[in-house]
């Protein structure tokens, strides 16, 4: 009998981490912080959180960015 059930918990922490496994490749998320700012799951290894005026002000910038970003494309490197 306690063999059963340790199998049957074993199979479950299976399932449970493929589920968790596939869940993290989906890529970009978006979660409201506990302290009611917005943060981005999926670009790295931890969120990027900033309140909803930091935000807009980045979103703004965007084109700024991107220009930027093609000006120095020779100095910076892409993770692969």
Known sequence: MVDDEMQAELERLRQENEA????????????????GAVS????????VTLYKEQ??????????????????EGSLKAKE
């Open 40 to 47: 981005v799951y999926g670009l790295g290894r931890f969120p």
């Open 55 to 72: 935000w807009v002000r980045l979103l703004d910038l965007s084109e700024d960015i991107r220009s930027f970003i093609r000006e120095n």
């Open 20 to 35: 968790l496994k596939r869940r993290g490749s989906k890529g970009i998320s978006l979660k409201v912080s506990a302290k």
